[in-house]
Protein backbone atom coordinates (compact mmCIF):
# COMPACT_ATOMS: atom_id res chain seq x y z
CA UNK A 1 0.00 0.00 0.00
CA UNK A 2 1.40 3.20 -0.95
CA UNK A 3 -1.08 5.41 0.42
CA UNK A 4 -1.19 7.50 3.17
CA UNK A 5 -0.46 5.40 6.54
CA UNK A 6 -1.75 6.53 10.24
CA UNK A 7 -1.54 4.99 13.55
CA UNK A 8 -2.69 4.13 15.55
CA UNK A 9 -6.54 4.36 13.64
CA UNK A 10 -7.95 4.14 17.02
CA UNK A 11 -6.89 5.75 21.09
CA UNK A 12 -8.77 5.65 23.74
CA UNK A 13 -7.41 7.56 26.68
CA UNK A 14 -8.12 9.05 29.75
CA UNK A 15 -8.39 12.96 30.01
CA UNK A 16 -4.46 13.97 30.99
CA UNK A 17 -2.96 11.59 29.42
CA UNK A 18 -0.27 12.35 26.50
CA UNK A 19 -1.14 10.96 23.17
CA UNK A 20 0.58 10.76 19.93
CA UNK A 21 -0.26 9.56 16.21
CA UNK A 22 2.44 8.72 13.85
CA UNK A 23 1.55 9.39 10.11
CA UNK A 24 4.08 8.00 6.86
CA UNK A 25 3.13 10.55 4.04
CA UNK A 26 3.36 9.30 0.36
CA UNK A 27 7.24 8.67 -0.56
CA UNK A 28 8.59 11.79 -2.54
CA UNK A 29 5.65 13.87 -0.62
CA UNK A 30 7.33 16.51 0.43
CA UNK A 31 4.22 18.65 1.71
CA UNK A 32 2.43 17.51 4.81
CA UNK A 33 -0.83 18.36 6.72
CA UNK A 34 -3.00 17.28 9.41
CA UNK A 35 -6.92 18.17 10.05
CA UNK A 36 -8.95 17.12 12.87
CA UNK A 37 -12.63 16.59 12.22
CA UNK A 38 -15.50 16.27 14.50
CA UNK A 39 -18.89 14.56 14.04
CA UNK A 40 -21.15 16.03 11.37
CA UNK A 41 -18.34 18.90 10.76
CA UNK A 42 -15.51 18.81 7.64
CA UNK A 43 -12.26 18.56 8.55
CA UNK A 44 -9.98 21.41 9.92
CA UNK A 45 -6.57 22.54 9.35
CA UNK A 46 -4.19 22.41 12.48
CA UNK A 47 -0.73 22.47 10.13
CA UNK A 48 1.19 22.03 7.41
CA UNK A 49 4.64 21.06 6.93
CA UNK A 50 7.25 21.33 3.51
CA UNK A 51 9.98 18.86 4.03
CA UNK A 52 11.02 19.88 7.57
CA UNK A 53 10.22 22.76 7.76
CA UNK A 54 6.39 23.56 9.78
CA UNK A 55 5.41 26.87 7.61
CA UNK A 56 1.78 26.76 8.50
CA UNK A 57 -0.22 26.74 12.16
CA UNK A 58 -3.88 27.30 12.84
CA UNK A 59 -4.64 28.93 15.71
CA UNK A 60 -6.74 25.50 16.25
CA UNK A 61 -3.41 24.30 17.29
CA UNK A 62 -2.78 25.33 20.80
CA UNK A 63 0.35 24.80 23.03
CA UNK A 64 -1.04 21.42 24.29
CA UNK A 65 -0.57 20.41 20.72
CA UNK A 66 3.10 19.87 18.86
CA UNK A 67 3.57 18.28 15.51
CA UNK A 68 6.66 17.46 14.02
CA UNK A 69 8.57 16.29 10.78
CA UNK A 70 12.16 15.61 11.45
CA UNK A 71 13.92 14.75 7.98
CA UNK A 72 11.08 15.73 6.33
CA UNK A 73 9.21 12.16 5.97
CA UNK A 74 7.27 10.73 8.63
CA UNK A 75 5.21 13.27 11.14
CA UNK A 76 4.07 12.82 14.90
CA UNK A 77 0.92 15.07 16.16
CA UNK A 78 1.38 15.12 20.02
CA UNK A 79 -1.18 15.81 22.06
CA UNK A 80 -0.43 17.07 25.75
CA UNK A 81 -3.10 16.64 28.71
CA UNK A 82 -6.03 15.51 26.71
CA UNK A 83 -9.08 17.04 27.38
CA UNK A 84 -12.75 15.53 26.06
CA UNK A 85 -12.80 18.07 23.24
CA UNK A 86 -9.98 16.75 21.74
CA UNK A 87 -11.98 13.65 20.73
CA UNK A 88 -11.68 13.57 17.26
CA UNK A 89 -10.67 11.75 14.14
CA UNK A 90 -7.08 13.45 13.28
CA UNK A 91 -6.24 13.52 9.73
CA UNK A 92 -3.13 13.74 7.83
CA UNK A 93 -2.48 14.39 4.13
CA UNK A 94 0.60 14.62 2.09
CA UNK A 95 0.38 16.05 -1.30
CA UNK A 96 3.92 17.02 -4.21
CA UNK A 97 5.22 20.49 -4.20
CA UNK A 98 5.27 20.99 -7.53
CA UNK A 99 3.06 21.58 -10.70
CA UNK A 100 -0.38 20.56 -11.17
CA UNK A 101 -0.06 17.53 -9.31
CA UNK A 102 0.39 19.56 -6.21
CA UNK A 103 -3.14 19.99 -6.34
CA UNK A 104 -3.76 16.70 -5.47
CA UNK A 105 -3.78 16.39 -1.46
CA UNK A 106 -3.84 12.49 -0.35
CA UNK A 107 -5.37 11.93 2.74
CA UNK A 108 -4.82 8.72 5.03
CA UNK A 109 -7.85 6.99 7.05
CA UNK A 110 -7.44 9.32 9.84
CA UNK A 111 -6.64 8.22 13.65
CA UNK A 112 -9.79 8.00 15.94
CA UNK A 113 -9.25 9.91 19.28
CA UNK A 114 -11.18 9.52 22.07
CA UNK A 115 -10.57 11.15 25.36
CA UNK A 116 -12.65 9.66 28.51
CA UNK B 1 -11.94 35.06 4.88
CA UNK B 2 -12.91 32.04 2.78
CA UNK B 3 -15.89 29.96 3.17
CA UNK B 4 -17.54 27.08 1.59
CA UNK B 5 -21.30 26.73 1.91
CA UNK B 6 -22.89 23.41 1.03
CA UNK B 7 -26.66 23.40 1.81
CA UNK B 8 -27.65 19.66 1.40
CA UNK B 9 -27.21 17.80 4.87
CA UNK B 10 -28.61 14.95 2.80
CA UNK B 11 -29.71 13.75 -0.48
CA UNK B 12 -31.13 10.46 -1.91
CA UNK B 13 -30.26 8.87 -5.60
CA UNK B 14 -31.48 6.15 -7.01
CA UNK B 15 -29.11 4.05 -8.74
CA UNK B 16 -28.11 4.54 -12.04
CA UNK B 17 -29.45 7.85 -11.76
CA UNK B 18 -27.15 11.30 -12.13
CA UNK B 19 -26.84 13.46 -9.13
CA UNK B 20 -25.85 16.64 -8.41
CA UNK B 21 -24.04 18.12 -5.31
CA UNK B 22 -24.67 21.71 -4.42
CA UNK B 23 -21.51 23.91 -3.30
CA UNK B 24 -20.81 27.57 -3.43
CA UNK B 25 -18.34 29.69 -1.85
CA UNK B 26 -16.63 32.75 -0.73
CA UNK B 27 -13.24 34.34 -1.29
CA UNK B 28 -11.60 37.59 -2.07
CA UNK B 29 -7.85 35.94 -3.25
CA UNK B 30 -7.19 36.32 -7.10
CA UNK B 31 -6.99 33.17 -7.97
CA UNK B 32 -8.23 28.91 -5.79
CA UNK B 33 -8.51 25.73 -6.55
CA UNK B 34 -11.99 24.08 -5.91
CA UNK B 35 -11.57 20.04 -4.35
CA UNK B 36 -14.50 17.09 -4.01
CA UNK B 37 -13.74 14.92 -1.49
CA UNK B 38 -15.59 11.44 -0.49
CA UNK B 39 -15.86 9.96 3.00
CA UNK B 40 -17.32 6.32 3.07
CA UNK B 41 -17.94 5.00 6.54
CA UNK B 42 -14.21 4.38 7.23
CA UNK B 43 -13.22 7.63 7.69
CA UNK B 44 -10.61 8.26 4.80
CA UNK B 45 -11.15 11.07 2.55
CA UNK B 46 -10.52 9.81 -0.92
CA UNK B 47 -9.77 12.71 -3.49
CA UNK B 48 -12.35 13.02 -6.41
CA UNK B 49 -11.50 15.82 -8.72
CA UNK B 50 -10.25 19.52 -8.93
CA UNK B 51 -11.23 22.98 -10.52
CA UNK B 52 -8.90 25.64 -10.67
CA UNK B 53 -10.43 29.03 -11.22
CA UNK B 54 -8.54 30.15 -14.14
CA UNK B 55 -8.93 26.92 -16.31
CA UNK B 56 -11.09 27.06 -18.54
CA UNK B 57 -13.06 23.66 -18.84
CA UNK B 58 -14.75 22.29 -16.21
CA UNK B 59 -12.84 19.37 -14.54
CA UNK B 60 -13.68 15.72 -15.21
CA UNK B 61 -12.44 12.76 -13.92
CA UNK B 62 -14.37 9.55 -14.78
CA UNK B 63 -18.11 9.27 -13.55
CA UNK B 64 -17.24 12.60 -11.61
CA UNK B 65 -17.46 16.33 -13.06
CA UNK B 66 -17.32 19.85 -11.60
CA UNK B 67 -19.81 22.41 -13.11
CA UNK B 68 -17.84 25.32 -12.25
CA UNK B 69 -19.84 28.60 -12.16
CA UNK B 70 -17.27 31.53 -11.38
CA UNK B 71 -19.71 34.40 -11.56
CA UNK B 72 -21.69 32.48 -9.19
CA UNK B 73 -19.25 31.09 -6.65
CA UNK B 74 -20.49 27.79 -7.44
CA UNK B 75 -18.90 24.44 -7.95
CA UNK B 76 -21.24 21.68 -7.80
CA UNK B 77 -20.16 17.87 -8.31
CA UNK B 78 -22.12 15.90 -10.75
CA UNK B 79 -21.97 12.07 -10.64
CA UNK B 80 -23.25 10.13 -13.41
CA UNK B 81 -24.58 6.54 -13.43
CA UNK B 82 -24.77 6.53 -9.35
CA UNK B 83 -23.78 3.31 -8.06
CA UNK B 84 -24.19 1.52 -4.39
CA UNK B 85 -20.15 2.37 -3.38
CA UNK B 86 -21.39 5.89 -4.09
CA UNK B 87 -22.97 6.21 -0.96
CA UNK B 88 -20.95 8.53 1.57
CA UNK B 89 -20.07 12.18 2.80
CA UNK B 90 -18.70 14.50 -0.11
CA UNK B 91 -17.29 17.38 0.96
CA UNK B 92 -16.26 20.52 -1.15
CA UNK B 93 -13.02 22.61 -0.08
CA UNK B 94 -11.14 25.41 -1.81
CA UNK B 95 -7.76 26.61 -1.28
CA UNK B 96 -6.94 30.68 -1.74
CA UNK B 97 -3.65 31.80 -3.35
CA UNK B 98 -3.25 34.27 -0.40
CA UNK B 99 -4.88 32.03 2.05
CA UNK B 100 -1.73 29.84 3.08
CA UNK B 101 -1.73 26.18 2.31
CA UNK B 102 -4.55 24.85 4.31
CA UNK B 103 -7.92 23.45 2.64
CA UNK B 104 -11.00 25.28 4.13
CA UNK B 105 -13.79 22.14 3.94
CA UNK B 106 -17.66 23.11 3.82
CA UNK B 107 -19.82 21.06 6.33
CA UNK B 108 -20.11 18.24 3.58
CA UNK B 109 -23.61 16.23 1.99
CA UNK B 110 -24.51 12.96 2.80
CA UNK B 111 -25.32 10.74 -0.18
CA UNK B 112 -27.70 7.46 -0.30
CA UNK B 113 -27.93 5.89 -3.08
CA UNK B 114 -31.28 3.44 -3.33
CA UNK B 115 -31.40 0.04 -5.39
Known amino acids: DTGVSQNPRHKITKRGQNVTFRCDPI?????LYWYRQTLGQGPEFLTY????????KSRLLSDRFSAERPKGSFSTLEIQRTEQGDSAMYLC??????????????FGEGSWLTVV | AQKITQTQPGMFVQEKEAVTLDCTYD???????LFWYKQPSSGEMIFLIY??????QNATEGRYSLNFQKARKSANLVISASQLGDSAMYFC????????????FGKGTSLLVTP
Open chain 1, 93 to 106: ASSHGQGSSGNTIY
Open chain 1, 27 to 31: SEHNR
Open chain 1, 49 to 56: FQNEAQLE
Open chain 2, 27 to 33: TSDPSYG
Open chain 2, 51 to 56: QGSYDQ
Open chain 2, 93 to 104: AMRGSNSGYALN
